[in-house]
């Protein structure tokens, strides 16, 4: 074992660490919500998953922007069996250790350049869509510097990780073609061998050292975006399975039933009926803050993406409206990233005096949705944004008496007289003796 | 044509067990318009002979509009209250003419203690005209343009897209739809307690962006399924001064009026 291959090793293990002590953070993070009970309906679960996540369903209904997306996502996952013979040949020094499969493996090489080609291809659309086209659903407000630059970044890697990809492959054949020691004739490759044209005036020498350079820039690319991805909104590369296979599997207009004010009613209806212990904690009614959400709730945060077809369909949106449903979402990423820092520096009792709702969303927001479930049907991984709008209404009209003037009229009149506006109960049915 | 609307108090006195109890609803019951829909339900009930009964004064608001407006006290206390009257009466299945009581009825009450068999009256309108309970040949809309607007607690919320469009396509009439249309429908604005308020700041109105969808397509009649949708659409559409070229129908008022009821 030589000092590039130890060098490798310690790169290797290194970055996994890095990466797993971000996933426990992260897990920690989720685990702060609410807890909920979904471990139901197994086979269902598995079902929606196969077909929203693991089949990209939702994503074509956006042709272009979907089947553009599955050309990453199919390169993505195929194009990593590679990876296994990279971390192969970095450890043990070989080079390309699986070529011994002969035909198959020219064919597996081949399509991998296939899928490379689709990568590249996919991603070159996707930059112009954002920085060149200007797609609206990448400009809007909520889209500031900085989820722009982690989009175009995320993009911007993966174009030098495909052109590090083909440049090895290129000048490997050269390698291969004069016979240079330790380069094995091995692999087909449909598309770089008109790239190789570039490399063939140059010595072997310089084509062994950039061979080299491209392979470590390469594996170092591939290091370097997995540790990446977990402080980005490409984190949904991983969790958009896990969360689609936690989806809400009821009816989109069914809003949960709070037990806690069931309890409250029932007494209220029922007077014999037994209290809660006197030193029972106190309920808080509604979501002021990431605790109060559910950790699937959370989930949802961290597996957003921002794609913005959920504030594209949002009827609030179109009109003007300051609401914004990808706004909820990477308003409660940014508030349980902030409220794990302060419990990592300051303890979990620490309380730096802000909130998911009021410091990050208003009620204007909260306000302007019409719970029409449009983001929610648009959603590629199934998030419910819509469910965090109405726990964070809960607690303005439940904790806060916050309703706008009008509604709090509406309730008076559903309380008083069981309609929504001032008619007599005694009146209901008096249409049926008019003309 | 004279209605009969039986109450449940009446039936019961007089030892009848209606087959469905009709759901009116607050908007069914004291909305202007919407008692015209109402009145068209009850015409089609009549006509296919179904043994039907409302709860009249006994019927309060489902609390539809207080949980959506976080209000889950008094959407409790509704529900309770009107579990208390609907199983009293030992009801089985239920029509609504709204699909927001649609859906807390069949979604939200079961949570409660309300377990009731519960479609909205599209569905119902749907089964009558397959067991041949009732005839629906073309009439006035004849080869008339229609275009259906999809009610949110219908479709997204519920996943019934079919029901209101194979009941217009009995009309014997071109079915256009607007490009947002099922699953990808526009709001007409008035869900999760909008109707009870006015709208949040914003450049326009939604009722206003969805008529002019519609309107795009130059349809003699856009249909829907709900009271809230329709005041909005008529609205949209009053503020095109399209009044009197494009009507708001319900789709039960498209029946009704087809079969001259």
């Known amino acids: 074992m030589g000092i590039s291959n130890i060098i490798f090793l310690l790169l290797f293990v290194g970055a996994f660490v890095l990466f797993a002590l971000r996933i426990k953070t992260i897990i920690r993070n989720i685990r702060l919500g609410r807890d909920i009970n979904l471990n139901n309906n197994f086979a269902q679960r598995l079902k929606v998953m196969s077909l929203v996540a693991i089949g990209q369903s939702k994503m074509v209904v956006r042709p272009v922007a979907g089947i553009m997306h599955i050309l990453i996502y199919v390169g993505f996952i195929i194009m990593n069996i590679e990876l296994l013979e990279i971390i192969i040949d970095g450890i043990t020094g070989t080079h390309r250790v699986f070529a011994f499969l002969g035909g198959f493996y020219n064919f597996v090489i081949a399509s991998f350049e296939f899928l490379g080609l689709g990568v590249l291809v996919a991603c070159i659309v996707f930059l112009i869509r954002r920085n060149i086209i200007k797609l609206k659903r990448f400009w809007s407000a909520e889209m500031t510097s900085w989820p722009r630059s982690d989009a175009n970044l995320i993009l911007t890697i993966e174009i030098f990780l495909m052109t590090a990809f083909f440049t090895m492959n290129a000048t490997d054949q050269v390698l291969q073609s004069r016979g240079v020691e330790h380069y094995i004739h091995a692999g087909a490759f449909p598309f770089s061998q008109y790239y190789s044209a570039l490399f063939t005036g140059l010595s072997s020498e310089t084509l062994v050292m950039i061979e080299r350079s491209v392979w470590w820039f390469h594996i170092c690319g591939i290091l370097f975006f997995l540790n990446y991805v977990p402080y980005s909104k490409h984190f949904h590369i991983l969790l958009a399975f896990p969360n689609v296979f936690y989806s809400n599997l009821n009816a989109k207009g069914k809003f949960n039933n709070m037990e806690s004010v069931t309890n409250e009613v029932k007494l209220m209806f029922d007077p014999s009926a037994t209290p809660p212990p006197a030193d029972a904690a106190p309920v808080k009614f509604g979501a002021k803050d990431v605790q109060d959400l559910t950790w699937k709730q959370l989930m949802d945060a961290y597996s957003c993406t921002e794609c913005g077809r959920c504030t594209s369909n949002c009827p609030a949106n179109i009109t003007g409206k300051k609401l914004s449903p990808r706004k909820i979402m990477m308003d409660t990423r940014y508030r349980l990233e902030e409220v794990g820092k302060n419990i990592d520096k300051n303890g979990a009792e620490f309380n730096d005096g802000k909130s998911l709702l009021h410091d990050f969303i208003s009620p204007e927001e909260l306000w302007a949705c019409t719970s029409c479930n449009a983001c929610v049907e648009a959603c590629p991984v199934n998030i419910d944004p819509l469910s965090i709008i109405v726990d964070l209404r809960r607690n303005l009209v439940m904790e806060e008496s916050n309703a706008p003037s009008a509604l709090a009229g509406m309730f008076t009149n559903v309380e008083n007289n069981g309609a929504p506006w001032q008619f007599a109960q005694a009146d209901r049915l008096n249409w049926a003796n008019e003309n | ?261």
């Not at chain 2, 629906?136 to 949110?152: A, L, M, R």
């Not at chain 2, 001064?241 to 319900?250: C, I, P, Q």
């Open chain 2, 1 to 261: 044509m004279e209605i009969k609307v039986p109450t449940m108090a009446e039936c019961i006195a007089d030892g009848e067990v209606p087959e469905i109890l009709f759901w009116v609803g607050c908007a069914g019951s004291f909305d202007d318009r919407a008692k015209k829909i109402t009145k068209a339900i009850v015409k089609i009930l009549n006509k296919a002979g179904v043994k039907f009964a409302v709860l009249g004064t006994e019927e309060s608001c489902t609390g539809d509009p207080a949980k959506r407006a976080g209000n889950e006290f008094l959407f409790q206390m509704q529900a309770f209250t009107n579990i208390q009257v609907l199983n009293g009466y030992e009801v089985k299945k239920i029509v609504t003419g709204c699909p927001h009581c649609f859906n807390t009825l069949k979604n939200e009450y079961p949570d409660l203690g309300g377990n009731y068999e519960v479609i909205h009256h599209t569905q119902l309108i749907q089964q009558l005209i397959n067991d041949g309970k009732l005839k629906v040949e073309g009439g006035s809309f004849k080869g008339k343009k229609i275009t259906f607007h999809d009610p949110c607690y219908l479709g997204r919320a519920n996943n019934e897209y079919e029901a209101p469009r194979s009941i217009i396509e009995k009309l014997d009439n071109e079915l256009t739809e607007m490009k947002r249309s099922r699953a990808n429908g526009l709001c007409c604005g008035a869900g999760g307690a909008q109707m009870f308020k006015e709208a949040e700041h914003g450049d326009k109105e939604v009722n206003v962006e969805r008529a002019e969808e519609a309107l795009a397509l130059n349809p003699n009649v856009i249909a829907t399924g709900c009271p809230f949708c329709m005041t909005m659409m008529t609205d949209g559409v009053k503020h095109f001064n399209k009044e009197a070229e494009v009507k708001v129908y319900d789709v039960a008022e498209l029946i009704a009026n087809a079969q001259d009821l």
